[in-house]
């Protein structure tokens, strides 16, 4: 992806710029919704109005005379007072369509105007409700409306102020998940610095490494931290193309292994399947995956079994990371893949884990066409299962 150019910033003698005003930003004064529906409608009216003055001072005096040519040829004698029955017609015509038009458009006018208002109130709802978004407030929904359009428009509204609330929150909750994780490292390596100058603590190599530990869990935290804004922004990259999942499945845990040689009360296995075909995925980003999920595995089972299980099943071949260790509350469980989760947070600092790392475990499967899950019971164990499309995700 091309990223944006950045602006050069402003010179020192250059002046700021002042935000525009609403009015400058639109030119002249705009007519809201309600002034120009009910204008509409009064335009109409009046068009219909005119139409039938027209049409009636064309038409309903001929008729008249018609008729009352008529009468005379069936014998009434109505010669002599012709002339005032047209006067008085067209005088009582002029009058009625004098009354006609006023009260029809006293009581068009009041109906439309009613009728403006009840459409334009729904959307001066949302406008204060985006106001008070604007101010932080997302407390406020729009109540179901009359009108189904307008009812459907609700409902999106109120589905996307939901969610516009959960990333709030979330955001808020990263900020304190992210201020909380900093503080704890940089505390202790001040409270090191602090007495290294002081000479209450003694250097030593332990010391030395005590703050090149706290300094590496820093460094894991904002790499982490930098990994998953350019998976949630789409920066990092995935090179999908046809593999063998085994190889990898056996290199990972080979290199694993060897780290737990003289460890007795732990150990890990593969369960292959056979005949397993080639998945569609980035083999580092598969890698990265199963490393994270085998790092989990071993930190939070102190003694048993970690399995890796692959297999074939419903166009996916899925691998299940199992273990025998502390498992999760059910009450925990739908939060794992969420950053900075954890079920006990002192118990995770001590370990050295940055509490993204399911969360970019996540991201990086969905990426690749797959998906994660999983299971687990407090105290018996936990189940990590990712999947990957043998043929190319359409």
């Not at 990092?236 to 040689?261: G, H, K, W, Y």
Request: a positive charge; one cysteine or more; charged letters at 25%.
């Amino acid at each position: 992806m091309v990223k944006p150019t950045p602006t050069p910033p402003h010179s020192a003698h250059s002046e700021p710029t002042k935000p525009r005003s609403t009015s400058a930003r639109r030119g002249k004064p705009k007519a809201n919704l309600r002034s120009r529906l009910l204008t509409s409608q009064l335009v109409v009216l009046a068009v219909a109005i005119v139409a039938l003055a027209s049409v009636s001072r064309l038409y309903t005096p001929r008729y008249f005379v018609v008729t009352l040519e008529r009468m005379e040829r069936q014998g009434v004698r109505i010669q002599q007072v012709k002339g005032q029955l047209l006067r008085g017609f067209e005088d009582a015509w002029i009058r009625g369509m004098i009354w006609s038009i006023i009260l029809g458009s006293a009581a068009a006018g009041a109906m439309s105007y009613w009728l403006s208002w009840r459409i334009t109130r729904p959307l001066l709802r949302m406008e204060t409700i985006t106001r008070q978004f604007a101010a932080g407030d997302f407390s406020s929904r729009v109540p179901p409306l009359d009108i189904p359009e307008f009812d459907q428009l609700g409902y999106s509204f109120n589905r996307m102020a939901n969610d516009l609330e959960g990333v709030e929150q979330r955001r808020r909750e990263l900020v304190g998940d992210l201020s909380h994780e900093l503080r704890t490292p940089l505390t202790i390596i001040r409270g090191y610095l602090e007495g290294l100058a002081d000479g209450a603590i003694a250097p030593s190599p332990d010391t030395y490494n005590r703050l090149v530990r706290e300094t590496e869990r820093l460094q894991r935290l904002v790499n982490d931290l930098q990994e998953l804004s350019k998976l949630e922004s789409g920066y990092l990259p995935i090179e999908a193309r046809s593999m063998a999942i085994a190889p990898l499945i056996t290199q990972v845990s080979d290199r694993f292994a060897d780290q737990l040689l003289g460890v007795e009360k732990l150990k890990i296995t593969v369960d292959l399947a056979e005949n397993l075909p080639p998945v569609w995925g980035d083999p580092a980003r598969v890698e990265q995956v199963l490393v994270n999920l085998l790092s989990n595995a071993l930190r939070y089972t102190p003694a048993g079994e970690v399995k890796i299980r692959v297999y074939a099943e419903a166009g996916f071949v899925w691998t299940a990371v199992i273990d025998t260790g502390i498992g999760i509350s059910v009450e925990d469980l739908p939060h794992v893949f969420e950053r900075f989760w954890r079920a006990d947070r002192s118990r995770d600092r001590v370990s050295g884990g940055s509490g993204v790392g399911l969360a970019i475990c996540r991201r990086l499967v969905e990426l690749q066409g797959g998906q994660i899950t999983a299971h687990s019971e407090l105290g018996t164990g936990s189940t990590f299962i990712f999947s990957l499309p043998i043929q190319p995700p359409v």
